[in-house]
Structures are given as structure tokens and as C-alpha cells.
């Protein structure tokens, strides 16, 4: 069976009243309330005029289950330890009296973690987007973020399908030669899959990417002079969740799967605990925080972290990002790289930046291009999503324009 569907989480806890919402394992949002586990780091966030119950036993967070465990302990301060095998919750503003008065010492508390659709049957999943076929019908918009220069351009185009009798449907329509065929919007591969007898589809790829192959055979006609080249790499993006950990890392690096292929890590709470890997994009705050320093303004106590860094993680390269002052790259292959902001300080928002930075980042390593040119290509990126509202995307396109309206830039020291 193949479901098509974005992956939603929902979370609840329930002490002595009602059931109430709550974060896992996030950041601090005022007014919310969190829970936070092991796989968060050793303690909670620091934060004052906060309420925490600990719960001392919680069993494995595991997602639509009730889990049960008995609060311990109550506190009025954040940076508390997060016992092992249990968890912390911490409410802010207007929740904070609701965990006082529902959840003191003695209390079983219940926690419900949902993620929808169920993935209880799930044998495997793959990242795309968007939706073409609901129900059988096409989709014009999944109101997913993906622009219009990715949805309206006719290019090559792949998606994957389910017929109403459960066979799969893989389909690629060739594009970007004009005289062979131009392509589709993502609309009209909509369309030619539903008059295929799709009842479900979702977009795979878009653009030079977009091929077909069989029992090592090329299908489809590339555009261009050949196949798109492609490269490899391991992005580690470990938010604190437990679905990245240093002993995942280690058990692909012992099974061999890593020989030759860069390795970039954006770990919030605990990257010196990875050891080894490629590179490393943390921000100054995360900086500060694992080395127990502060740099401020200071560029020479910038670069001496960064040393320190590269030392006790074997960094090749680490790029440090600096909010409004850019960031900076360090490797053996040259000097320390300061590199202003691109665009405007003044931001619209700053969802998923750092998302962006690694990733570009880490593309750009994986196609052969040095510490600073990959720097320096993630800095427009990050440059360019910051000046988007919630969580966007930057498109080929406007890299481009980008590097040819603003050449690349450095501050020298």
C-alpha cells in the first residue's frame, strides 16, 4: 500500500484534569509546554520563570502509545539534569500554573506522542513532493513548499503512483530539449498520471535529476549531453529527537559506508561528542556553549575556538555561522575566511536558515568544491531564505542571480 501524506506529530500530556499540548524535545517557545528526554542531552534548557515536574521512569518515546511515569520531582528553574530511562516537562507563561496544580510530586502523568498518518506498518518511506493524485484526482496545488518557478516550469519531471488495484506506477516525462520534448509542469504530470489510473501520486524529481532507468539501462533521454553527474554525501542534522545519534554514525563508519564520502554535521547540544566527521556548520551561541567560552566580537577568540573545535573533533573544515556578521570558514588548506552577510540584515525570518546553510553547504563539498567556495555558495542561500516568510526554499535560479548581482566577498583581518 502506498500512502502519500506529510508526516504530522501531535503531542499531549495529562496529569490530574484535562489533556494539554506539548513540544518534544524542542527549544523554548513561550507559552508551550515541552517534554524533554534523553535523547534532548543531559539537562533542559536554562531559563528562568519556568515550572519543570520530573518524571524519574518513562518508558522509550515511542509514537502513538500512552506512556506513564510518576513525577519525582518539582522545580522552578530550567538547566535541570533529565534523569536516565526518564524525562522533564517544562510549561512557560500561561501553562506553567497548570503543571504546578496538575502534576505535583506523587502524580502519574500520561503522555501521548501521535504521528499521522500511523506509520506502525510502515516497511520503508521516501522524501518528494508534491502531491499530484488525491483520490484519484489531480492536485493543481498541495500548498507544500515548493514555488512557482519548481512547479510551473515544463522540465523533465519523475513521480511515483498507486493504481486502484495496488500495482505500482513509476513514470518520467523527458524534457529540456526542444526539439525532442519539452517537459510538463508539475500540473500536467498531474493530470497524465490520473488518465493513467493513478489514485495516489507524489512528485520524486524535477529538472536534469529527473530519469528513468531498468536492470542498469537508461530508459529515458537525458537532456544535455548525458547523465546529470552525482555526487554523495551524509548530512547529520541532530536536533536533540534521537533520530541522529553518534552510535548510528559510528555503526554505518564500522559497516564501511562512508569510504570517500564527505560527512557534514549541524548538531544543537552535542557535537563534541562526534568525532571524525568532515565538517561541522554550528552557530556562534553553539560555539560559546560546547567549549564553555565567549567570543562576541573578538575575531581572534573566534578563530581560537574554531581551533579548538577542528582539534578535538578532526575537523577537514568547520564553518561557523555568525547571524547578522555572515560566518567564517576554517581549514588547513587556507587562512580563516570572514564572510559578510549576503542581502539585508533586516530578515523576514529565519526558519530553517541553518537548514539551509548545511545543506548547500554540503551539496557543495560533495561536487568537488573547496571549504570557502562551499562557504561562500551557503552563504547566499542562507541569505536569500532569510529574506522569505516560513519554511522556504532557495531554487538554482536564484543562486545564480545572486552570484552574478553580488560577487563573492570577504572581510579581511
Known amino acids: 500500500m502506498l500512502t502519500v501524506a506529510r508526516l504530522g506529530f501531535d503531542g499531549t500530556w495529562r496529569g490530574t484534569d484535562?489533556?494539554?499540548?506539548?513540544?518534544?524535545?524542542?527549544?523554548?517557545?513561550?507559552?508551550?509546554?515541552?517534554?524533554?528526554t534523553p535523547a534532548w542531552g543531559p539537562s533542559t534548557p536554562p531559563e528562568s520563570g519556568i515550572v519543570a515536574a520530573v518524571i524519574g521512569t518513562l518508558p522509550a518515546t515511542t509514537p502513538n502509545n500512552v506512556l506513564t511515569g510518576v513525577v519525582t520531582q518539582s522545580a522552578g528553574g530550567g538547566g535541570i539534569a533529565i534523569p536516565?530511562?526518564?524525562?522533564?516537562l517544562v510549561a512557560r507563561g500561561n501553562q506553567a500554573p497548570h503543571l504546578s496544580a496538575e502534576a505535583p510530586v506523587g502524580t502519574t502523568v500520561a503522555i501521548r506522542l501521535t504521528l499521522t498518518p500511523g506509520w506502525g506498518s510502515m516497511a520503508g518511506a521516501i522524501g518528494g513532493g508534491p502531491v499530484l493524485v488525491a483520490d484519484g484526482t489531480p492536485v493543481f496545488r498541495a500548498n507544500e513548499?515548493?514555488?512557482?518557478?519548481?512547479l510551473n516550469a515544463r522540465t523533465a519531471r519523475s513521480a511515483v503512483g498507486q493504481l486502484a488495484d495496488g500495482r505500482i506506477l513509476l513514470v518520467t516525462a523527458e524534457g529540456g530539449s526542444l526539439g525532442y520534448s519539452a517537459g510538463m509542469t508539475n500540473y500536467?504530470?498531474?493530470?497524465a498520471l490520473a488518465r493513467l489510473g493513478a489514485v495516489t501520486a507524489m512528485s520524486l524529481g524535477t529538472g536534469p535529476s529527473a530519469a528513468m532507468a531498468f536492470d542498469g539501462s537508461l530508459l529515458t533521454r537525458p537532456p544535455?549531453?548525458?547523465?546529470?553527474?552525482?555526487?554523495d554525501a551524509l548530512l547529520i542534522s541532530d536536533y536533540g529527537y534521537g533520530a541522529a545519534t553518534p552510535a548510528i554514525?559510528?555503526?554505518?563508519?564500522?559497516?564501511?559506508?562512508?569510504r570517500g564520502i564527505p560527512v557534514t554535521l549541524d548538531s544543537r547540544f552535542r557535537m563534541l561528542e562526534y568525532s571524525g566527521v568532515t565538517a561541522a556548520t554550528p552557530n556562534e551561541p553553539e560555539v560559546e556553549a560546547a567549549l564553555g567560552v565567549r567570543v562576541g566580537q573578538d575575531w581572534e577568540k573566534l578563530v581560537s575556538a574554531a581551533e579548538q573545535l577542528r582539534a578535538r573533533m578532526k575537523l577537514e573544515s568547520l564553518v561557523i555561522t555568525r547571524g547578522r556578521d555572515g560566518m567564517a570558514a576554517f581549514t588547513d588548506r587556507h587562512k580563516p575566511v570572514d564572510i559578510p552577510i549576503f542581502g539585508s540584515d533586516e530578515?523576514?525570518?529565519?526558519?530553517?536558515?541553518?537548514?539551509?546553510?548545511?545543506?548547500?553547504?554540503?551539496?557543495?563539498l560533495a561536487a568537488g568544491a573547496t571549504t570557502e567556495e562551499a562557504a561562500q555558495l551557503a552563504n547566499y542561500a542562507g541569505g536569500i531564505v532569510v529574506m522569505k516568510r516560513g519554511t522556504a526554499t532557495v531554487t538554482r535560479q536564484e543562486l545564480l542571480h545572486a552570484i552574478d548581482s553580488a560577487p563573492p566577498t570577504t572581510r579581511p583581518h
Not at 249 to 258: V, Y
Not at 353 to 358: F, L, R, W, Y
Request: proline residues 6%; without cysteine.
Open 347 to 364: 530578515v523576514a525570518d529565519v526558519t530553517g536558515a541553518g537548514d539551509t546553510v548545511i545543506a548547500t553547504f554540503t551539496a557543495a
Open 224 to 231: 544535455g549531453t548525458g547523465e546529470q553527474a552525482l555526487s
Open 145 to 150: 513548499s515548493f514555488g512557482d518557478p519548481v
Open 84 to 88: 536516565p530511562g526518564g524525562a522533564v
Open 18 to 36: 484535562q489533556r494539554r499540548q506539548l513540544d518534544l524535545n524542542k527549544p523554548p517557545i513561550a507559552g508551550h509546554t515541552t517534554l524533554y
Open 188 to 191: 500536467e504530470l498531474a493530470v
Open 249 to 258: 554514525l559510528s555503526s554505518i563508519r564500522a559497516k564501511g559506508g562512508l
